[in-house]
């Protein structure tokens, strides 16, 4: 099958700045389903606003476009009607993180079978770049000129805690790893959860020193480390540096939805011996 014929050719060329990661994520999003052997016809991608949540518009399958933050609250609402598709959501790291960060916790808590997969940039590049709650410590953002003050927010560590069953994080550098994992997460019964850094060159890298996408890119690849390395190395060693790689994985915790509907399919059945 082409990669291509994945996408709304109608929709094309995209909106993305030159050099955006969101093109590759994307890209790695539609060979993961390739390799996952999704079935398109019974699968519902959904976005909520924002830079990263324009690629369910190049999708040519049945998609969403919400509002901000409330993606997966759509998104659950899909799956609890039909436990029988497949449910994905694309979504910024603003949008899940700050206004959309309950819904992140109890989509992960109920175990709920969506894949979740977070294009975090650092910042909200569709309004022009300000601070989001997973800036990196440090950086400059639009609102945060001098360097911002609060400390890291580790999303993974977060759905890992609220129940999330499988965890992952890779980025837009490390393409062939972001497919594996996104495959995985689709092939996983239960809420799954990727986050994958990707490179701003217009908001971010501008005013840290990064304009050029290639410098972005390298910035990616040698603030990031892999999971099985990182076991081998001193936490001083990992300071600023986060782990990406398969981070957490949990069989055997019910998914939500089937347990839902057996619910719903059980008291049916009381319901009609009653009225015998
Ligand atoms: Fe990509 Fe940033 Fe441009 Fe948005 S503003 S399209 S995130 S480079
Ligand atoms: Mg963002």
Same mark, same amino acid.
């Given at each position: ?18 050099? *955006? ?29 924002? *830079? %990263? ?86 950086? !400059? ?9 609060? !400390?890291?927010?580790?999303?993974? !560590? ?39 850094? %990707? ?23 040698? %603030? ?41 399919? !059980? ?10």
């Amino acid at each position: 099958m082409q990669t291509t014929s994945w996408l709304r050719a109608e929709h094309l060329p995209h909106i993305w700045c030159s050099g *955006c990661g969101h093109g590759t994520v994307l890209g790695a999003v539609v060979r993961a389903m390739e390799k996952a052997g999704i079935d398109r016809d019974r699968t519902v991608v959904v976005s909520g606003i924002g *830079c %990263s949540s324009r690629a369910v518009g190049y999708l040519e399958m049945d998609t969403l476009h919400t509002t901000h933050g409330r993606a997966l609250a759509f998104a659950t609402g899909i799956k609890l009607a039909r436990p029988d598709l497949k449910v994905i959501v694309l979504a910024g790291d603003g949008d899940l993180a700050a206004i959309g960060g309950n819904h992140l916790i109890h989509a992960a808590r109920r175990n709920l079978g969506i894949t979740t997969v977070c294009f975090n940039n650092g910042i909200y590049g569709m309004t022009s770049g300000q601070l989001s709650p997973l800036t990196p410590g440090g950086y !400059r953002t639009t609102t945060s000129p001098h360097g911002h003050l609060e !400390r890291d927010f580790d999303l993974c !560590r977060l759905v890992q805690a609220a129940g999330a069953t499988y965890v992952a994080r890779s980025t837009a550098y490390h393409v062939q790893q972001t497919i594996l994992l996104i495959a995985r997460a689709l092939a996983h019964d239960g809420f799954s959860f990727i986050e994958v850094f %990707s490179q701003c060159p217009t908001y971010f890298g501008r005013r840290n020193g990064m304009a050029d996408p290639v410098a972005m890119l390298e910035w990616l690849r040698d %603030s990031t480390v892999q999971a099985g390395q990182a076991a081998r190395m001193a936490p001083e060693e990992l300071r600023g540096r986060a782990i990406i790689g398969e981070l957490y994985h949990a069989e055997d915790v019910p998914e939500y939805s089937r347990s839902y509907r057996a619910l719903v399919d !059980r008291l049916a059945g009381e319901g009609s011996r009653d009225a015998d």
